[in-house]
């Protein structure tokens, strides 16, 4: 199958590491991923921050941007949340109807990882090695937008050598929340403190998760902290075999 | 193009009543966290509620099918609220009650006062309701000489305190036994000096302070979770019976209540007494449900009020995003599942209420400048949402609201500047792709993002930034193909 990446704009960035990941995962399983160069960014941070209008242009380029293609995947449970609940919005809010329409068109065909594995592809093992304690946090737009469910953990279950570890509350959000990390920022830390006191309670040496951007934001909390503990997308742990580890 | 038109529905009255705080969310919010005491309290209170909560709506397997009914039902209300209205007025009256309508906190205060003031009576007792906290009646009540006395425990603790509410539903839920023991050793009448902080002991002296006082008092005044149109009945449910005592035994009943608490019919009954209960105290069904239409002849009160209050309802009622706020039936679920409630308590939200539909509801009550920081005071991770038995999609409004506020700014800001650079850079990907090189080139952050300037300070007091990586992804793809074409 002929698969367009959707880096985002924050793992293009800050962590190439997850989307060469989802390359090389995809591959292995035989499918072909084109990356189109014109895509940016989703607009989520301007739309959640209360900046639709300035969205508008991002929202216009993404959908101009995959539109070509069949099926779009994504590592980021948030980022294909906006596509799917946010961008016919902001197209409507400027009364533009036929960009709401094709922004639609292209939510249908675009996938967040473990939905493109699962869903679409109709795989569960896909054959990784990952020699390590995981817990998984579940997301909260992978779990509440998207509703990936438990397709992650299907996912991580089949990857040998991995010992998963159920994370306490897992549902509980991390605290992150975007420009809510900074303009809330006592009350986030807060948050990430519980989260992060419950995956040191897991024992575990690596805290998975969807979204490169909650893995930010408790990585930097359990780095200041000197835990030891990782954070390690999950399209890292399923692209990993024997041979990379 | 002009923000308001001829004839736009007005917001709430300043000045009056408790919609707004005086400091801005994430200031009031530090000074909660700073509390471990309520922190362990509100941790505890909440995780307890919403294991209950999630026990008993797990035994109906028609829950889902219950909270679109819920969805269904006040959808249509708020779609024929004028005319619901006058048909419970005509209702109301036909039973021989009497209805007033209130624009605001200010004409709904006066209503109450002058109705107390003609019984010649100077205390009233009160049933927990949201409505009047709103606008502040007790105030307004204390002003005119009438001391108004709660008889929810909650309630009591929170007035004997001298404190405010912090939930709408467990009021005193930022404190503990022993902090109740202190308060009613200090503050209720006649109490035993030898008070321990056992519930039971607790609750027995509240039950004796607040008997003598049902006992003496011939006014009371009430809010109502319901009103039927179609037979001018009005319902209040509560667990402690004091509800059940205010609503018989007195001579005069006044009831404030907001004018979206409307139900078409009797049977619109059935959804909300099992979506309410489980949602809200966890119980199946709650001890009290007490209804009454205008004045039956010889048995309880004898004079029969209803207070409409709008309060800004309407302006939010005009507004297609925001309405479904007034779908709200005052459960307090949102409030439980709130990562950024369970951490910050009530108070920080400045109104009454608080929680994520506070965070909704008292921006649009009051207009969004006036409660600007609210609507931020959310991670949007949905749970309140998921949790609502009527189902209001609270994160959508929130954003709703953002943009609103950003909207009503004419003059750019600091943050806007950065947000249309940040759009424009990222609507050209060669200006994008430069922007992510010098990013990764300045040494701005310093190591591992300690030394942010502000506003991103709030990032670096706590977590570092990760390592910039040494290509981005797209200069690793773009050299990857320029290999593979070699």
């Known amino acids: 199958m002929r698969i367009a990446l959707f880096a985002t704009c924050l793992a293009d960035t800050l962590f190439p590491a997850a989307a060469k990941a989802t390359v090389a995962l995809l591959e ?13 960014c989703c607009g989520q941070m301007h739309i959640n921050t209360g900046y639709q209008r300035d969205a508008l242009p991002l929202v216009r380029r993404h959908v101009r941007t995959f539109q070509p293609y069949d099926v779009v995947v994504a590592p980021s449970g948030s980022c294909v949340g906006s ?42 093992d896909v054959g990784a090695y990952y020699p390590h304690r995981v817990t998984y946090h579940p997301t909260c737009h992978s779990l509440r937008v998207l509703r990936v469910g438990d397709k992650p953990v299907r996912l991580l279950r089949h990857v040998r050598g991995l010992d998963l570890v159920e994370l306490p509350a897992a549902e509980q959000c991390c605290g992150f929340g975007g420009t809510f990390a900074v ?9 990430l403190a519980d989260k992060m006191r419950h995956v040191l309670d897991t024992g575990a040496d690596v805290c998975t998760a969807g979204d490169s951007s909650c893995l930010m934001h408790i990585g930097g909390g359990l780095s200041r902290l000197r835990t030891g503990v990782r954070t390690v997308h999950l399209a890292e742990i399923l692209a990993s075999t024997e041979a990379t580890q | 193009m002009s923000e308001t038109f001829l004839g736009m529905p007005v917001t709430a009255p300043r000045g009056v009543g408790h919609l707004r705080g005086d400091e801005p969310f994430p200031k009031a919010a530090r000074t909660a966290l700073a509390n471990p005491q309520l922190r362990r309290n509100l941790g505890h209170a909440t995780t307890t509620i919403r294991a209950k909560s999630g026990r008993v709506i797990a035994e109906l397997p028609d829950w889902p099918e219950l909270r679109a009914a819920g969805s269904a039902i006040k959808a249509d209300v708020m779609a024929r609220l004028p005319a619901l209205l006058e048909q419970l007025e005509e209702r109301v009256t036909e039973a021989g009650g009497v209805v007033h309508w209130a624009a605001d906190a200010i004409e709904a205060n006066a209503i109450v006062t002058d109705l107390v003031k003609a019984t010649g009576h100077d205390r009233v007792i009160k049933v927990k309701s949201m409505a009047t906290q709103e606008i502040g009646l ?32 467990v009021p005193a839920i930022h404190r503990n036994r022993s902090e109740i023991r202190e308060i009613f050793l200090r503050e209720m009448p006649g109490v035993d000096p030898d008070l321990t902080d056992h519930p039971p002991v607790l609750a027995a002296a509240a039950r004796r302070y607040l008997r003598e006082t049902f006992l003496r008092t011939k006014v009371a005044v009430s809010g109502a979770n319901f009103a039927i149109a179609e037979t001018g009945t009005l319902a209040v449910v509560e667990s402690e019976g004091n509800g059940r005592m205010c609503l018989t035994l007195p001579e005069t009943l ?40 205008g004045v039956t002849p010889g048995d309880g009160p004898q004079n029969v009020h209803l207070v409409l209050l709008d309060n800004g309802r309407s302006a939010v009622l005009a507004d297609q995003v925001g309405r479904q706020a007034l779908h709200c039936i005052r459960c307090s679920a949102c409030m439980n599942v709130c990562p950024v409630y369970e951490r910050t308590g009530g108070h920080a939200y400045g109104s009454v209420y608080p929680g994520p539909i506070g965070a909704v509801l008292s921006p649009q009550l009051t207009g969004v400048e006036d409660n600007a920081s609210l609507p931020y005071a959310s991670s949007l991770c949905g749970a309140c949402f998921d949790a609502c038995p009527v189902k209001i999609d609270i994160p959508s409004i929130l954003v709703h609201l953002r943009a609103e506020h950003v909207a009503a700014h004419r003059r750019p800001t600091p943050e806007s500047i950065t ?31 300690r030394g942010l300037p502000p506003p991103l300070n709030g990032w670096s007091a706590s977590r570092d930034l990760p390592d910039p990586p040494q290509q981005t992804f797209r200069d690793w793809w773009a050299q990857r193909n320029r290999e593979a074409s070699k």
Do not use: C
């Open chain 1, 28 to 40: 292995r399983l035989g499918h072909e991923v084109v990356f189109p160069p014109e895509q940016t």
């Open chain 1, 83 to 124: 596509v799917r609940h946010q961008h016919a919005m902001v197209a409507r809010a400027a009364q533009d109807e036929g960009l709401a329409a094709r922004a639609e068109d292209v939510a249908s065909r675009t996938y967040e990882l473990s939905e493109l594995l699962i869903d679409v592809l109709g795989v569960e």
């Open chain 1, 183 to 191: 303009k809330n920022a006592d009350t986030s830390t807060a948050m």
């Open chain 2, 138 to 169: 007790n105030e307004a009540l204390e002003a005119a000489g009438i001391e108004p006395v709660e008889t929810d425990l909650a309630e009591l603790i929170v007035q004997l305190g001298h404190d405010k509410p912090s939930h709408i539903l």
């Open chain 2, 254 to 293: 006044i009831t404030v209540m907001g004018v979206e608490k409307v139900l078409p019919s009797w049977r619109d009954l059935e959804v909300f007494l099992q979506l309410l209960p489980r949602s809200s105290t966890g119980e199946r069904m709650n001890p009290y449900t007490s209804m009454w239409t």
């Open chain 2, 419 to 449: 947000m249309a650079a940040a759009a424009y850079t990222m609507d050209h990907p060669r200006l994008y792709a430069a922007a992510q090189h010098a990013a990764k080139a300045s040494r701005l952050a310093g190591r591992r993002g």
